[in-house]
C-alpha cells in the first residue's frame, strides 16, 4: 500500500506539460511543450488561442515569454524529484519525500496510513515572483487532490505547512536559489 501511495503522490506532484496544438485556446496556468521537445515547459500567463499554422519561436531563458497568436507562456523549467536534487541540477525544481517517524512496517493497517506525511519543496533562482508561480500549480494541483490506492477509494492530500519563502545562500552568502517549503498529509477520507 505504501508503494500505491507514493505513486499516487509522484504522479500528482510531477507537473506534466501538454503538446503544442495549432489553433487551440489556452486557460492561464496550462502548461505546454513545443512538438520538438527542447528541455523548455511554458506557462500560460495570458489566455488566449495558438497561432493558426505554425508554432512561435520559444524563449528558453528560465521567465522569459513567448507570444503564440493571442496567447502568452513563460518559460516554465519545473523538475521534480524524489528525496533530494542530484547535485547541479538546474532550475527550478520540485523536491518531495515522506516524512514520518513511523517505521515503515507499521503501515499495513488503515488506521496508520494517517501517519502519511510528505515534505515537498519548491525552489527557484530566478524571481521570488517566478517560485510563487511554480508554487500556485503544486498547490492547484495536491491541495485536496484524490489519490488512487487499490482498497483506499477515499484517499486526499491536505495541505498542513506552507512556511514563508527561504532565500538559499552559498558560503559567501550570495544567493543561489528561493525555496517554498511546504507539507502535506495523504489521509483516509471516509
Known amino acids: 500500500m505504501l508503494n500505491q501511495v507514493l505513486s499516487g503522490f509522484n504522479s500528482k506532484i510531477r507537473l506534466w506539460p501538454l503538446t503544442w496544438v495549432a489553433n487551440t485556446a489556452r486557460a492561464v496556468g496550462d502548461i505546454i511543450i513545443p512538438t520538438a521537445y527542447a528541455s523548455h515547459v511554458y506557462l500560460c500567463s495570458i489566455a488566449g488561442t495558438s497561432h493558426g499554422t505554425t508554432q512561435p519561436t520559444w524563449n528558453t531563458t528560465n521567465g522569459g515569454t ?41 503501515f499495513a493497517s488503515p488506521t496508520k496510513i494517517e501517519d502519511l506525511n510528505f515534505w515537498v519543496n519548491v525552489y527557484s533562482n530566478t524571481s521570488i515572483n517566478h517560485l510563487s508561480i511554480i508554487t500556485d500549480r503544486v498547490l492547484g494541483i495536491l491541495d485536496n487532490a484524490s489519490l488512487s490506492v487499490t482498497g483506499f477509494t477515499s484517499m486526499k492530500c491536505f495541505r498542513t505547512y506552507m512556511g514563508t519563502i527561504i532565500p538559499n545562500l552559498d558560503t559567501a552568502g550570495a544567493l543561489i536559489a528561493y525555496q517554498q517549503p511546504l507539507r502535506y498529509r495523504v489521509m483516509i477520507t471516509s
Open 66 to 106: 513567448t507570444v503564440d497568436g493571442s496567447a502568452t507562456f513563460v518559460t516554465y523549467d519545473t523538475k521534480t524529484y524524489q528525496v533530494l536534487a542530484p547535485q547541479g541540477s538546474t532550475f527550478p525544481y520540485i523536491s518531495w519525500g515522506l516524512e514520518t517517524d513511523v517505521p515503515i512496517g507499521t
